[in-house]
């Protein structure tokens, strides 16, 4: 097969497992959507307990009350069929990856997703009730707090995000480890310089308080701990399969060996 007839049949592999991850996004959209307004007071429900008696929402714009409900609809499809996109993006990439790069891979893509998932859990469930009982407490004597639905979407997909990625960091760092950009032992010299740079990220990423600062920045340098430890069990593990393996540190498995020259007949 030919150089352009192999780039060819990428391109139309990509495409299909484009479509297929697309349809399965609006399949789970489909029942969302039915029940968006529910998600949307759902997603509402940190801010709702923490407002004044009397306190509510408010749209300030003539299609907000539809669109809005709709891309929290958007939002929960993508979560909840996650598996099956990952599942088109492993698919299309296993095929050029080694046996040991499949048994790195996955696992990485599974921990990763749950991982973000408990990011945004955390910021529901934890920092969004404490934030907003900080900002409505200090609100001034007369003032009526009333946030825009569009707003507050936007807020809480913010503080989504940033906690989700924050939740990454052990994945990260053992990627850095795992391709030999650093070791642990200069991770392990960076805590200090870390602790800081989680307070810095802490104050960019979250709204002006002290409270949502501190609560994205103790868990971003316990998960850089935790990313230490991970990468430090899987180096040692690789290094005890190592010296039981027959051929050495530096050999590939014969099937590795097997791949790498069909790969060079290719």
């Known amino acids: 097969m030919s150089a352009d007839e192999t780039f060819i049949s990428h391109l139309v592999e990509l495409r299909a497992r484009l479509l297929r991850a697309c349809a399965g996004i609006l399949l789970g959209f489909l029942p969302c959507a039915y029940y968006a307004r ?21 749209a300030t714009e ?58 945004m859990a955390f910021a529901y469930f934890a920092v969004l009730p404490l934030v907003f009982e900080f900002i409505t407490h200090f609100a001034p004597e007369g003032v009526a707090v009333m946030t825009d639905i569009s707003k507050y979407l936007d807020f809480v997909l913010t503080m989504f995000i940033a906690f989700g990625i924050t939740f990454e960091v052990p994945i990260f760092v053992v990627i850095l480890v795992r391709i030999g950009l650093v070791t642990i032992e200069k991770l392990k010299a960076m805590r200090r310089y870390v602790l800081v740079g989680a307070f810095v990220v802490g104050a960019i990423f979250t709204p002006p308080d002290v409270v949502s600062q501190f609560m994205l920045a103790v868990p971003l340098y316990l998960l850089y701990e935790l990313g230490i430890l991970a990468a430090g069990i899987i180096e040692r593990s690789e290094t005890l399969a190592v010296y039981q ?22």
């Open 245 to 266: 393996a027959a051929g050495g540190p530096d050999t590939n498995s014969p099937s590795d060996q097997t791949e790498t020259e069909e790969r060079k007949r290719s």
């Open 38 to 58: 529910e998600l949307y007071s759902l997603l509402a429900q940190p801010l709702l307990e923490k407002l004044p008696q009397g306190g509510q929402m408010i």
């Open 62 to 119: 003539v299609v907000t009350p539809f669109f809005v409900p709709m891309k929290v609809a958007m939002m929960a499809a993508f979560i909840i069929t996650l598996p099956h996109t990952l599942y088109q993006i492993w698919a299309f990439v296993a095929p050029g990856l080694y046996s040991h790069e499949k048994r790195l891979v996955l696992p990485l893509v599974l921990v990763s997703s749950i991982l973000f998932g408990c990011g």
